[in-house]
T-cell receptor, first 116, second 113 residues
Framework: DTAVSQTPKYLVTQMGNDKSIKCEQNLGHDTMYWYKQDSKKFLKIMFSYNNKELIINETVPNRFSPKSPDKAHLNLHINSLELGDSAVYFCASSPMGRGAPNQPQHFGDGTRLSIL | DQQVKQNSPSLSVQEGRISILNCDYTNSMFDYFLWYKKYPAEGPTFLIS?????DKNEDGRFTVFLNKSAKHLSLHIVPSQPGDSAVYFCAARRGAGSYQLTFGKGTKLSVIP
């Protein structure tokens, strides 16, 4: 009955490879997010989608491309991985609409990406 | 440019005593604040929130205080329990209608039995 689930939990790969992280939520939310937690422990927003439409796109290298096939899924594809991409990536979801900004975001357990 | 600052990376408290976690912010546009709790290898989970029109919100053992003039908020946990040991993140929302949260670096709370 996991609300926001991410796969894989751990991802170890070589520099230059392309990889994807999947995220699914069963909360019926229509907004999903990707965050990056780097070595300094800051949680920083990368992207947000509402009903499959991009609404937040922070300054992120274009090697990162989010894909939302439907409002319950938001996947993150990363091309040409670099050492600096090593981090924990968290997916989150929340409802949108009247009163929704006051609804908290629900997070997945994170994907720890390590670049060798 | 850290708009949300948690200046204490760690805090140790005896079981049964009060834990006070602090958070400062610089952006006057922030109008809604949240605290999240995070255990190792898990995602952050929502704990409590407060709107900028209030100065206090209470939920069981957890109380959040907001001082807008000082741009400061604090989370009080009374009484502290060993299960409260976790990293606590302060987060702020940039204005009405915004879904974007800005997080602090977190404070690791250790409650000693």
């Amino acid at each position: 009955d996991t609300a926001v689930s991410q796969t894989p939990k751990y991802l170890v790969t070589q520099m230059g490879n392309d990889k994807s992280i999947k995220c699914e939520q069963n909360l019926g939310h229509d907004t999903m997010y990707w965050y990056k937690q780097d070595s300094k422990k800051f949680l920083k927003i990368m992207f947000s989608y509402n009903n499959k439409e991009l609404i937040i796109n922070e300054t992120v290298p274009n090697r990162f491309s989010p894909k939302s096939p439907d409002k319950a899924h938001l996947n993150l594809h990363i091309n040409s991985l670099e050492l600096g991409d090593s981090a924990v990536y968290f997916c989150a979801s929340s409802p949108m609409g009247r009163g929704a900004p006051n609804q908290p975001q629900h997070f997945g357990d994170g994907t720890r990406l390590s670049i060798l | 440019d850290q708009q949300v600052k948690q200046n204490s990376p760690s805090l140790s408290v005896q079981e049964g005593r009060i834990s006070i976690l602090n958070c400062d912010y610089t952006n006057s546009m922030f109008d809604y604040f949240l605290w999240y709790k995070k255990y190792p290898a898990e995602g952050p989970t929502f704990l409590i929130s407060i709107s900028s029109i209030k100065d206090k919100n209470e939920d069981g053992r957890f109380t959040v205080f907001l001082n807008k003039s000082a741009k400061h908020l604090s989370l009080h946990i009374v009484p502290s329990q060993p299960g409260d040991s976790a990293v606590y993140f302060c987060a702020a929302r940039r204005g009405a209608g915004s879904y974007q949260l800005t997080f602090g670096k977190g404070t690791k709370l250790s409650v000693i039995p």
